[in-house]
DNA sequence: TAATAATTAGTACATTTGTTCTAAATACAG
DNA sequence: CTGTATTTAGAACAAATGTACTAATTATTA
């Protein structure tokens, strides 16, 4: 394999596992065999390793999100399927997630990056919710102030479930996934119609 | 002031502005002016000082729940006036919650103590749930599941604000409090009987 | 094949960090 | 006032870290 790749790959592992701040380029360089000066060739600055993995999160996170324009109309299900999908992709960088603000601080591109993606996603959010209440899935009779607060929620919980579990449950791949998904599902409940609800029930 | 106390008030000074990872014993030392041998003869291990800290937001949150629990009936009112509170007590320890996982990786103790913590809380969620459900505040007729899904989303919203804010308003002292006040109203609105929702919009 | 470019190993260096140690200064008790 | 305990400063050390540098090896291209 491509060293570059394969320290992308090393990388990821570590810092999944141990942290962004245990983890140093010595690591990395260690657990595949090869010299420091070998990584840092490769990558100048260990930051670039950072970077670039967010960068892969946030293209993988671009294409799921595409995914989900495309298919119309939208379905309870398709919003259950891209949750999941979503999931599965943070639980694969995780790092990122349980040490953002670390790393936000440590790369302030990220933090950037992160924030301009946050106002196109808020407003891809209200367009899926205003299709959603359309097709009555979602109820029309609540205030708007309180599908902004759900737009930060979504946020919030998508950005954190992680952190929540690395500090309680400690629930390791699908098993993560399908709780956390559920939590989602619940969050839910409460802003879909009755007759969604019901369907949900089932 | 004692140099105890001082120590352990720069140091919630400097991990607040400038992180958990990038401020040091000596950082401390030097800002209060005095030598990093007297820091180190108060506190032996500089984690020690990060562990006092957390003590003394865990003493003073639960000093805010046993004011909670000592009032009834529970009303809307006095569920809202402890949010502000929580939401002020993470302001002032908001290190704590920026830097939540690191910090329970770095102090293992931390980690023990806050997932005895979330066990104890869940259950007073609960009940006070069970109060705000017979004083026809909250709903009767979702699931038990979603109560318990709601129960994980305070937590995480509960925990992660901060980070939130970080990554994005960036607000300060009582703006962030205002702000993200309303979003906990927010949330919690969906779950209100109607009458509840009523006196709310007043 | 010869020359050039890319990759790699290994070493080296300045900085930083946590912590310890010693001695001085200060506070306090009898 | 004298002796003891507490507090403080400052130096010292070992370990770790990011990164740069040099020389060797390997791959590529003409």
Do not use: C
Request: no cysteine; proline share 3%.
């Amino acid at each position: 394999m491509d060293t570059r790749t394969n320290i992308l790959k090393t990388a990821l592992e570590l810092y999944n596992s141990q942290g962004v701040n245990t983890i140093t380029s010595r690591h990395i360089a260690a657990k595949m065999g090869i010299s420091p000066g070998n990584l840092h060739y490769h990558f100048r600055q260990t930051d670039e390793i950072i970077k670039t993995l967010y960068e892969h999160l946030a293209a993988d996170f671009d294409v799921l999100v595409s995914e989900l324009e495309s298919i119309h109309p939208v379905s309870l299900d398709t919003l259950r399927d891209f949750a999941v999908r979503s999931l599965e992709l943070a639980y694969k960088y995780r790092f990122i997630f349980l040490h953002f603000v670390e790393i936000s601080l440590r790369v302030p591109a990220i933090r950037k990056d992160y924030y301009a993606l946050t106002q196109r996603r808020e407003k891809e959010f209200f367009a899926i919710f205003r299709q959603l209440k359309k097709e009555g899935i979602f109820r029309t009779d609540l205030p708007e102030s309180i599908w902004e607060a759900l737009v930060t929620q979504i946020f919030i919980m998508g950005d954190f479930w992680l952190s929540n579990n690395e500090l309680t449950g400690r629930l390791k791949g699908s098993n993560a996934i399908k709780h956390y998904s559920e939590i989602f599902s619940g969050m839910f409940y409460p802003y879909l119609t009755p007759a969604a609800q019901a369907r949900m029930a089932e």
